[in-house]
């Protein structure tokens, strides 16, 4: 139990249904995460909220919509998504100043499935 | 440009010792972590060096050699729960939010 709670675990989705990803951390960090992981791939960062701003856009596509409503929750609403964008989804949290990246705290991911 | 690279694959038999390299390239440093993920799990964090030398932390140990654009995690007394996958990061030198990650290196202990 890392204190990131992530859901759904699993999801399986065709391209054009809306689906949304949840993340809740109870750590009570200021900075929130979302990665992608890809088999034979690195970590690849998508999008950083610092007190609830987004600070990052990893160049994602707009079919990845972020929101974080409150410091302890993150979502990510998937809409028209391609095959390719199957892969596990990683929440994770830190406790950061704005100019240092402190400890990750990840959660356990959702892993999607693109049909 | 910015670059990490691990072993792709290890494997050591329970009790031993083991060690993981890691090499990068960046323009700038602040400092490089080690991180466990198992299978079907989430990363966990291991370890965080910014100065150079050892770190030991129980069995896990972490070596940098900033001159050298190198690091290892050391790992003593192997047991089975710690075949898992170690990825090794730096900060982005131009943005300290963002982690520069290796693949990682994915360790098999065998008994």
């Known amino acids: 139990e890392t204190g990131v709670t992530q859901t759904p675990r699993h999801l399986v989705m065709g391209m054009t249904n809306k689906k949304s990803l949840k993340c809740e951390q109870h750590?009570?960090?200021?900075?929130m995460y979302w990665y992608k992981q890809s088999a034979k791939k690195p970590l690849e960062l998508m999008f950083v909220?610092?007190?609830?701003?987004?600070?990052e856009n990893n160049s994602v596509p707009s079919r990845f919509s972020p929101e974080c409503p409150n410091s302890s929750h993150l979502f990510l609403h998937l809409h028209t998504l391609q095959p390719e964008d199957s892969a596990l989804y990683l929440c994770a949290s830190s406790q950061g100043g704005t100019g240092g990246h402190g400890e990750l705290f990840f959660g356990e991911g959702s892993r999607l499935t693109v049909l | 440009g910015q670059n990490i690279d691990q072993p792709t694959e290890m494997t050591a038999t329970e009790g031993a010792i083991v060690q993981i390299n890691c090499t990068y390239q960046?323009?700038?440093?602040?400092?490089l972590f080690w991180y466990q993920q198992h299978a079907g799990e989430a990363p966990t964090f291991l370890s965080y060096?910014?100065l150079d030398g050892l770190e030991e932390k129980g069995r896990f140990s972490s070596f940098l050699s900033r001159s050298k654009g190198y690091s290892y995690l050391l790992l003593k007394e192997l047991q089975m729960k710690d075949s898992a996958s170690y990825l090794c990061a730096v900060p982005n030198a131009g943005n300290n939010r963002k982690l520069i990650w290796g693949l990682g290196t994915s360790l098999a202990v065998n008994p």
């Open positions: 909220y610092s007190l609830e701003e987004r600070v």
């Open positions: 960046t323009s700038g440093f602040n400092g």
């Open positions: 060096n910014v």
């Open positions: 750590l009570g960090h200021n900075a």
